[in-house]
């Protein structure tokens, strides 16, 4: 069984910053790839970034340059540090982790940005 829990979303305003954070706990495998989706309501599920285990990293092109994902492996904790926050970054941010062809996914925390 793998669990999939995020915090540190909120409200906040534009030009702040927030940090999330995602911890995977279970029967988690060393090889995997941990990452943040968002979805906003009337827009499709969209990419924000995702991490490997071996330290790859990838971003979505609308928070390049903004956002910073890391993680813990030994903690198997994915953070993401969001600075220079836009109102269009408002959305329901889910952490996912993908082991062995198998996906799990968080319950989501929301983020608002917004004066």
């Known amino acids: 069984q793998v669990q999939v829990v995020e915090s540190g979303g909120g409200l906040v305003q534009p030009g702040g910053s927030l940090r999330l954070s995602c911890a995977a706990s279970g029967n988690i495998f060393s090889s995997n790839t941990l990452g943040w989706y968002r979805h906003a309501p009337g827009k499709e599920r969209e990419l924000v970034a995702i991490?490997?285990?071996?330290?790859?990293?990838n971003y979505g092109d609308s928070v390049k340059g903004r956002f910073t994902i890391f993680r813990d492996n030994a903690k198997t904790t994915v953070y993401l540090q969001m600075n220079s926050l836009k109102p269009e970054d408002t959305a329901g941010y889910y952490c996912?982790?993908?082991?062995?062809?198998?996906?799990?996914w968080g319950r989501g925390t929301q983020v608002t940005v917004s004066s």
């Open positions: 991490s490997g285990s071996s330290g790859t990293t």
């Open positions: 996912r982790i993908v082991m062995r062809g198998n996906t799990y």
